[in-house]
């Protein structure tokens, strides 16, 4: 009896809000940040380009800033025949791939001793690495004269004012946090699966680079790319350690030459600034789908 | 000719002692099964015969050879892993023929012997694909395949089924065995699931606490089990354990469970079973199936007894039934049409000529 009027009894239903409606509140308030947050990082380099596209004059001018009235490709023609940008790009591109490959290197090898090989000492080492990411560049720089003038001294090689120079330096900055990511990206590997490879046959070396490197590949592109905005960007050493003209890298060559005592050629820099920005901005826009894969490699299992 | 002997091996972990000497000796073409509770050093010994894990003590020998030192890929065996351990980016084929490559063997002995593997297993077809776009019971083949395909002296399973559902588990438990009677390859197969253990194995060893508690083929493990701990940890429902003493009345001995239920001895066991009269910390072992109801229209006898049924599970083809003697639950196995119901009482028959008299202090089956 008891069943029978359960059974024919409607179920009750008690009011709660539509799944659906809530779900697109959620929505609104995201899109709503979300255009805040691409508005608020956009507007510099829309600010660069609009003013790259300007004559000296009209950007003197008390017009409106975000408003062209005489477009003019004048400061990229400029910019571009001048040797000194060129000499500049050519610097900043062969130190960052250098660095890049120095980097990768060492930090792939690196990291796979690190995650993998267990010995004495190597979750130590492992936290050593990354500790050596947190010492801030700003404090490195006296040590490093000091260094370059001992170098110069014993050796006889002068570090100062070279562009190569910096392809010893940026790796100090560059290796530890790729070696981190890496070590990540390694310890997320199962063991199973270089254990496979040991039974089969590999040797280390061979399960590193038939295995490992493979199967860690959207973390190493993932390394890599920030090896190279890092390389790209850096603007302290260069500053610090090279001073003539054909020796600098394009962030401090842009502002060593264009702006000459209060004099701000503020075309040519914005310019300048904008075609420094495109090489990362290209190797990103290829290799995205790899960087996000890799930085949130190891998140959820498949 | 692929024996594996084990000489008082040792596994030390810092101050933990995970295999405490342990002696084993496994015959060429063997199928052994490692079975024990989790912890108890069944896939660290297992790990130590394939050098993924150094010994601290004693002997391992591959083939008459001691392989202490050797490193795993100069072992000349095969593992299967719990998860796989497929490479992820490599096909079937690449994946089965990686060792092959790695060891310079010739492209076309590589392509026939991965060619027949395949066949073996049934995956001819999946060669290309990549393990992501295979099933789980797919990639248990591949991974036995890649086993296979390098003809090693010894096969070593790692649960190799406990990653995969129920249905698949029993159908794949049937290939692996069917795979070890056309290769027959000397295997260690480790597995915490006695089920298992007792259909594949022509020689099961049960551990526990790092050490050997038995070795035998799965039917001596389940009829005569030498001590507690394999008599509760092979079969399922597993064995009832209970209190008892052994008294001798008129020639004859008996098992008192309490104040109101005692049973005879059988009498072949009487001789075995008399020097423990009256002896302290005894207990009578005897499985679900040798508690049954007693048959109509069969004569009542001493081994008949009325019980409160606690609770019934029916199984389909026989039931379950739950009560409790001395604080214990028990377990029977009835018929399904004996009527069973709970909280109501039934009339019930206890087997004892397939008993087991254990002494609790040590364990140890008399």
Known sequence: ?302 | MAQVTLRKVVKKYDEVLAVRGIDLDISDKEFIVLVGPSGCGKSTTLRMIAGLEEISGGDIAIGGHVVNDVPPKDRDIAMVFQNYALYPHMNVYENMSFGLKLKKTPKDVIDQRVKQAAQILDITELLDRKPKQLSGGQRQRVAMGRAIVRDPKVFLFDEPLSNLDAKLRVQMRTEIKKVHQKVRTTTVYVTHDQVEAMTLADRVVVMNGGLIEQVGSPNDLYHSPATKFVAGFIGSPAMNFITCQLEQAAGALRVRLNDTLSFPVPADRTARYTPHVGQPNLMLGLRPEHIMETRPHTEPNQHDFDMLIDVVEPMGMETLVYFTVNGREICGRVNPNAGAAAAQSMKLRADLSNMHLIDDSTGKVL
């Open chain 1, 1 to 302: 009896m008891a069943n029978a009027a359960i059974a024919t009894g409607e179920p009750t239903r008690p009011k709660y809000g539509s799944m659906s409606r809530d779900r697109t509140w959620a929505l609104r308030w995201s899109y709503f940040f979300l255009v805040l947050f691409a508005i608020f990082f956009l507007m510099p380099p829309i600010y660069m380009l609009i003013t790259s596209l300007k004559t000296s004059a009209e950007i003197s001018a008390a017009t409106n800033p975000w408003w062209i009235s005489n477009p003019t490709l004048q400061n990229y023609i400029d910019l571009l025949s001048q040797n000194h940008f060129l000499v500049f790009f050519r610097n900043s591109a062969i130190v960052s791939i250098c660095v890049v490959i120095m980097t990768m290197l060492i930090s792939v090898v690196a990291a796979f001793a690190l995650a993998r090989m267990k010995f004495w000492g190597s979750a130590t080492l492992a936290t050593g690495v990354f500790l050596t990411y947190l010492i801030p560049e700003t404090l490195l720089f006296i040590p490093l004269f000091k260094m370059f003038a001992w170098v110069n001294e014993v050796l006889g090689i002068q570090l100062m004012n070279h562009w190569w120079t910096m392809i010893i330096l940026y790796p100090t900055l560059t290796v530890p946090f790729a070696t981190w990511i890496m070590i990540g990206y390694f310890a997320s590997i199962p063991k199973e699966l270089d254990e496979a490879a040991l039974i089969d046959g590999a040797t280390w070396m061979q399960t590193l680079t038939k295995i490992f490197i493979p199967v860690a590949l959207p973390g190493i592109i993932a390394a890599t790319i920030f090896t190279f905005t890092v390389a790209w960007a850096q603007f302290l050493y260069p500053l610090a350690f090279t001073t003539s003209t054909s020796e600098l890298v394009l962030p401090v060559g842009i502002i060593t030459t264009l702006i000459k005592g209060d004099v701000f050629n503020w075309g040519q820099i914005m310019t300048g600034a904008l075609l420094g920005a495109a090489p990362p901005l290209i190797i990103y826009a290829f290799l995205m789908d790899y960087y996000i894969a890799g930085l949130t490699a190891g998140a959820t299992k498949g």
